[in-house]
């Protein structure tokens, strides 16, 4: 079992001279970490459904005189298989090479029974949650295999370790996101240099968060920018040999 070190910090150009695309940058962690990694010098490729919150950071970005950012306007609540490789093929034509993918826009869908989830919300919550990081996730690999040794991060959650009644499609979704981390690594792991781990961000304040807990008093949970640095060290080469683990970004 592996953990990453709670005292390690990232140094100011630790992903300097990297490529990182994040999904979901529009809000939330994806947004904290794409404007983190840009700080520790990546150029970072933004991906959401919600162009003018892409632009709201491409512009905060490019403010604080960063490695300009990429836009990728794209709902992954889509399965269309052509629109990942269009896409992918965009990026091999202006000849990028990504150093990291971090998998991490989810819906909740439906907090209720099992019994009671609508159709349609199964669908989305498994198409955007787990199929699209596939389809993403294959379409990009030659570019992740370019770098000399790119990290893919998917992003899990403490009900896709241990099921909870009431988490429906949401749950069903972060076990199989630690199910294809799993034979993913598993299947690069002796043939290719792009390593694969998941991270299970725990409580973290965001509007998924209080979603799922209208109930929770403010204040409760660390804001995403407390805890960025937990993905930049599966970002940076100090993680070089970390493949296959399930980690946690708290405690
Ligand atoms: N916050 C927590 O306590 C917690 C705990 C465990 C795990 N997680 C995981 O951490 C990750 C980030 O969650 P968060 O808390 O930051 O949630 P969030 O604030 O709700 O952000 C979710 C992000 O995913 C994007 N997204 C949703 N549907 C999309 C679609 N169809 N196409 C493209 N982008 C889409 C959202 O874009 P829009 O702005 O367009 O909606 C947003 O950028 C998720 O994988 C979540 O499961 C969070």
């Known amino acids: 079992m592996s953990f990453i070190p ?62 300009t950012p990429g836009l990728i306007p794209l709902d992954l609540n889509s399965g269309d298989s052509a629109l990942y490789e269009t896409l992918a093929g965009e990026l091999t034509a202006a000849g990028v090479i990504l150093d990291g993918l971090v998998n991490n826009a989810s819906v909740l869908g439906e907090r209720r029974a099992l019994a009671q989830t609508s159709p349609q919300s199964w669908q989305e919550v498994l198409q955007v949650n787990i199929t699209s990081v596939f389809l993403l996730t294959r379409a990009l690999m030659p570019l992740l295999e370019a770098a000399p040794s790119a990290s893919v991060i998917l992003t899990s959650s403490g009900v896709g370790r241990r099921g909870k009644a009431y988490w429906g499609a949401y749950a069903v979704s972060k076990f199989a996101t630690e199910g294809y981390m799993q034979v993913l690594a598993e299947e690069l792991g002796s043939t290719s240099s792009v390593r694969v781990n998941s991270l299970n961000p725990g409580a973290v304040n965001t509007r998924m968060r209080r979603l799922a807990y209208p109930a929770e008093p403010p204040g409760t949970n660390p804001e995403p920018s407390e805890l960025t640095d937990r993905w930049i060290y599966l970002l940076s080469d100090a993680s070089h040999e970390l493949n296959g683990e399930a980690l946690d970004a708290q405690g």
């Open 6 to 67: 709670q005292d390690w910090q990232p140094a100011a150009d630790e992903l300097s001279g990297k490529t990182i695309l994040v999904t979901g940058a529009s809000r939330g962690i994806g947004r904290a970490l794409a404007l983190a990694c840009a700080q520790r010098g990546a150029e970072v490729l933004l991906l959401g459904r919600d162009e003018a919150a892409l632009e709201n950071i491409y512009d905060e970005i490019t403010a604080a005189k960063l490695k």
